[in-house]
């Protein structure tokens, strides 16, 4: 059973931020750190500062010959059982990085002429560079150095969805950036079947296989020999029927003698530096958030469907606030992603005294929401949404009240829902107001469009959403 299931929380994976695994099984994805670098939000920032804090702790542990110091800050990359991600069989058990695994890794990173050749920039490299290093084990590692940020990260979903946490428990030993070394403490966790559990935010996992050294070599280094070699006409060219000449990869394979790709890899590397710029710029471009789809087999129209129907049987007024807030929420994931991430109920700003009823952090690559600070100037990296279960229409003073959570830092757009507009034009004119008055953008959304984008999403898809959200746009800002 998934956790949606286990703990009655009636929403699908479309309605979920996090990926949502069955406890007893692990979930073929993986923490994969360079496309958590892709990431401008708070999470992929603070991930990304650890991630290189650890790597570079470590090695200037190894330059300045500390090799106790450097095997003990490696050993703890091991055993991570709390993701439920890789590709174990049975009950999770951290086989992507067991303690054996570290310690043969260690000693394949102490022998490796990467080491020493400067090519070791971030701890991605170790899958392209070092022996016995795939994405099994490079997720793990990441998982455990992360996962201070993984904790609380879970706790905020938890708390979201109304999931209880078990106070007390160690968190198992984390990357701390204050003190560059592993720490431990106790706090609150998710406990599923007895055992520990942290939740992974579904925008910040992949298949893994971008990064990897099997289309470094083929794709990119290959490649460019093929053509070096065309270029100086060398022993290795041949000629088709038309005479038009080739080099095969497999000619030069065995020509370089590639028996141990890494160690060759390296190598190469070593002469080519351009060739392994083009390879990661390619393979950032490359990457992809995972759909949806791949993560649950459940009938999107269905869900849609559902959504929609909840959302037209929902009676209006305060007792029915909360319910309407968790609809919205559901709605903005399925519809929004994977442009946004990190949701949170009635977030606390000005240490309390002020709410805003659901936050997402903008991480939009692409997009409505990546023009927002790209195209039209206007700072969003946080999209803040208040939800008004109303049966009239928002007035200046709802108006005001989001336009108050606006800050440099928060970002100048926001979303104001109601069930119901009777006047839409009346509105649209108060937010074209707004904008002309202070430059903040806020959109009114009704439940009639979220209901009309429910029904088209499934045939669709993105691009019905980024119809409504620039014509949106276009009718607060341009008019």
């Given at each position: 059973m998934k956790i949606s299931e286990i703990f009655n929380l009636n929403k699908s994976q479309f309605e979920l931020d996090f990926v949502d695994i069955d406890p007893e099984v692990d979930t073929p994805l993986f923490l994969d750190p360079y496309f958590i670098s892709k990431s401008d939000t708070e999470f992929g920032r603070?991930?990304?500062?650890?991630?290189?804090?650890?790597?570079?702790?470590?090695?200037?542990?190894?330059?300045?010959?500390?090799?106790?110091?450097?095997?003990?800050?490696?050993?703890?990359?091991g055993e991570n059982n709390e993701l439920c991600l890789g590709l174990s069989r049975g009950t999770p058990s951290g086989k992507g990085m067991g303690p054996k695994d570290s310690e043969r890794i260690f000693k394949e990173l102490l022998n490796s002429k990467a080491l020493y050749s400067g090519l070791l920039s971030d701890?991605?490299?170790?899958?392209?560079?070092?022996?016995?290093?795939?994405?099994?084990?490079i997720s793990d590692m990441t998982g455990n150095i992360i996962k201070s940020l993984l904790l609380q990260y879970t706790q905020d979903q938890c708390e979201l969805l109304g999931i209880p946490?078990?106070?007390?428990?160690?968190?198992?030993?984390?990357?701390?950036?204050?003190?560059?070394?592993?720490?431990?403490?106790?706090g609150k966790s998710f406990i599923c079947y007895d055992r520990k559990i942290l939740l992974v935010p579904k925008r910040f996992v992949s298949y893994s296989n971008e990064y990897c050294s099997e289309k470094y070599l083929r794709n990119f280094a290959l490649n460019f020999l093929q053509n070096e070699h065309l270029r100086l006409n060398t022993h290795l060219v041949e000629n088709r029927k038309d005479g038009t000449p080739f080099v095969t990869k497999k000619s030069i394979e065995e020509e370089e003698h590639i028996s141990e790709k890494k160690d060759w890899l390296v190598e190469f590397t070593s002469r080519h530096r351009e060739v392994f710029a083009d390879f990661k710029e390619n393979a950032i471009k490359a990457m992809k958030p995972v759909s949806n789809e791949e993560l649950t087999d459940i009938n999107l129209s269905d869900i849609c469907l559902y959504l929609s129907n909840v959302l037209e049987q929902l009676p209006t007024g305060p007792n029915y606030a909360s319910d309407y807030q968790h609809i919205v929420l559901g709605v903005l994931e399925l519809l929004l992603y994977p442009d946004i991430t990190y949701p949170k109920l009635e977030h606390n700003i000005h240490d309390g005294r002020k709410r805003i009823d659901i936050t997402f952090d903008n991480c939009a690559e692409t997009g409505f929401f990546y023009r927002l600070k790209t195209t039209?100037?206007?700072?969003?990296?946080?999209?803040?949404?208040?939800?008004?279960?109303?049966?009239?229409?928002i007035r200046n003073p709802e108006i005001d009240q989001l336009i108050g959570r606006f800050s440099a830092?928060?970002?100048m757009f926001g979303i104001s829902t109601s069930r119901k507009f009777e006047n839409k034009q009346l509105i649209l004119k108060r937010c074209q107001d707004a904008y002309m008055d202070s430059g903040n953008v806020i959109f009114p959304i009704e439940d009639a469009?979220?209901?009309?984008?429910?029904?088209?999403y499934p045939v669709e898809g993105r691009a019905c959403v980024e119809r409504y959200l620039q014509d949106l746009f276009r009718s607060i800002v341009v008019n």
């Open positions: 603070a991930a990304y500062i650890l991630l290189n804090d650890f790597f570079s702790t470590l090695l200037s542990s190894l330059n300045n010959g500390n090799i106790a110091r450097a095997q003990e800050l490696f050993s703890y990359l701890i991605e490299d170790f899958r392209l560079f070092v022996r016995n290093v795939d994405r099994d084990k946490l078990i106070d007390g428990v160690p968190t198992g030993y984390y990357w701390d950036l204050n003190t560059h070394s592993w720490e431990n403490r106790y039209y100037g206007i700072s969003a990296p946080i999209i803040m949404i208040e939800c008004k279960n109303y049966s009239n229409d830092r928060r970002g469009d979220f209901i009309t984008l429910l029904k088209t």
